[in-house]
């Protein structure tokens, strides 16, 4: 069992930053990583980072180079920072544990928390 905890969102202008902060209790056997997700209205949840224990990072094509994911000096803390903000970005963000199952390929495994609002809009 595996709980999470998102925050750090807000409303930020484009082209500005946030940093999303995951809290993580408990553990899922099968995890080999942390996943931040997104789901903007009307659309599908989508992975745009992830970081697996061995500190090795994948970023979606849409987020690459701009966001970056890492893990704090603090235990079960992962993090979430997001540069160059775009309306596109808006959305509620997620982070969950997942297994890694190929070169690019993440599976989530827990059960998803409240998320994140994140609105870039001047």
């Known amino acids: 069992q595996v709980q999470l905890v998102e925050s750090g969102g807000g409303l930020v202008q484009p082209g500005g930053s946030l940093r999303l902060s995951c809290a993580v209790s408990?553990?899922?056997?099968?995890?080999?990583?942390m996943g931040w997700y997104r789901q903007a209205p009307g659309k599908q949840r989508e992975l745009v980072a992830a970081?697996?224990?061995?500190?090795?990072?994948n970023y979606a094509d849409s987020v690459r180079g701009r966001f970056t994911s890492s893990r704090g000096n603090a235990p079960n803390m992962v993090y979430l920072q997001m540069n160059s903000l775009k309306p596109e970005d808006t959305a509620v963000y997620y982070c969950?544990?997942?297994?890694?199952?190929?070169?690019?390929?993440?599976?989530?495994?827990?059960?998803w928390g409240q998320g994140t609002q994140v609105t870039v809009s001047s």
């Open positions: 969950n544990a997942v297994a890694k199952y190929s070169p690019n390929g993440f599976v989530a495994l827990g059960s």
């Open positions: 408990g553990s899922i056997s099968s995890a080999n990583g």
């Open positions: 970081i697996t224990s061995g500190g090795s990072t």
